[in-house]
């Protein structure tokens, strides 16, 4: 080869490499970024469902129906256990931690809730009733619509107990014509929302945080519900509804905790309450006479004692006793400390729902505005709603025995120190002069009817383990309350 095509060579090999280098070099960056773009895009995706997985643990609720009229049997079609009816869980996080960024509104939205709420008759009311899909709520609302009055249901949905049960009562509230909203009362600007959409008359505000010894296990949930919602619910009623509408509300029989004169009267001293559930209660009472007292808010408190009955609690003793008992399991009697029976004015559903329907009805109204001035005072009431017959404890288990022909196994303690207070006794002679509250249902009467409840909802072998109920059961109406029907 010559030398200067050597040279040439040479000098190409030369000139050739920094260039290939240069290539290659280019080439690598590309690859690079190319590699570091995906990189960056799965770690990207990878950031998003981590935090789609964490939102969606702590905040379960937004991704579920949330705010809809939920109506569909969709809700829960799992069958009835029970089993799950036992001890209480904890409630799910609430909604209110959402702030206001929730799916509600819209032009369907309102037209469903404006439905459901709108009366079917004339001077018919219209109710906005919280924990809707709850026992007493249920009833009350499915007592309302039966009469032509508009209802527009709300309720959290919270695991306290088998929320299945609520949602089996949310799909019966459905089938009369009454929306159920999945939502909770602690979102203030829900509730906002619904006063701005319909002119509501009365709330029936029944939502809260029950039972008094889940209190010592759970004291938050009780501030939660019973103090911060009862608030919520004030200050939207108060501020966002045009024109005010009138409030009845749940207290309970427990504001009168220590009180030893009976029958209670709501005259009586309700300062010493036993368990935080009951001071809450009571709080709840003083906060009502303060917004009554500022905004002309007509209030009715209903002070419950023991409600029972069909599609009722399955926390509370007589329901969780019948499980029990046809389950075999043993269960825990309450005494008192000088050993005397524990006894409860046990109030059967019926009842209560027509002292319900009356306060709404004689409720008064409301003298207020949203402009904060009040015309004048505005109602200010209190009703006791019991039967006016304390029952032994141990006499409710005896007739549920006879019931579900089955013996309980029973064991006996010295009630414990747990909030519980060792008898209640109902005077209703106010409930009865404003508004004719007359309870008429006898404990065994009551019962009867929850037992034949109970062993149709959970389908129980009534033949195999009740020979009382046998035959009875089969006559009785498909999953109607009594309450409507
Ligand atoms: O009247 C009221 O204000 C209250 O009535 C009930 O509270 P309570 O009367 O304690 O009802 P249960 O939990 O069903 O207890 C009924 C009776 O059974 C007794 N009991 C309860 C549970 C148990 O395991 N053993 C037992 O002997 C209790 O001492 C009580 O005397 C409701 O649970 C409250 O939400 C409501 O506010």
Redesign the pocket.
Known sequence: MPAGVVDAAAKGVRLERPAAVLLRRASGAKQLVTASSHLLFRATVLATLALVVLFAVHYPSLLSRSFTLSSSSSSSSAEPALGSTSSPRRPSSHRSLLGSGATYGGAAWERDVRRSATPRRDGGLSVLVTGAAGFVGAHCSLALRARGDGVLGLDNFNAYYDPALKRARQRLLASRGVGVLDADINDAALLERLFAAVPFTHVLHLAAQ????YAMRAPQTYVASNVAGLVAVFEAAAKHADPQPAVVWAS???VYGLNTDAPFSEDHRTDRPASL?AATKKAGEAIAHAYNHIYGLSITGL?????YGPWG?P????FSFARSIVAGEP????RAADGAD?R?DFTYIDDVVRGCLGALDTAGRSTGSRSGKKSGPAPLRVYNLGNTSPVP?TRMVAILEKLLGKKARKRVVT?PSNG?VPF?HANVSHAAHDFGYRPATSLEAGLRHFVDWFVQYYKLDVKGTTGALAGKTTKRKSMAMSAAS
């Not at 029950?210 to 010894?213: E, I």
């Not at 002070?303 to 409600?307: D, I, K, L, S």
């Open positions: 029950a039972g008094v010894r309970s029989s427990s559930y002070r419950f004692f023991t409600v609690r926390d509370m003793a007589y269960i825990t009697l309450f524990v409860r404890v009630m519980d209640t």
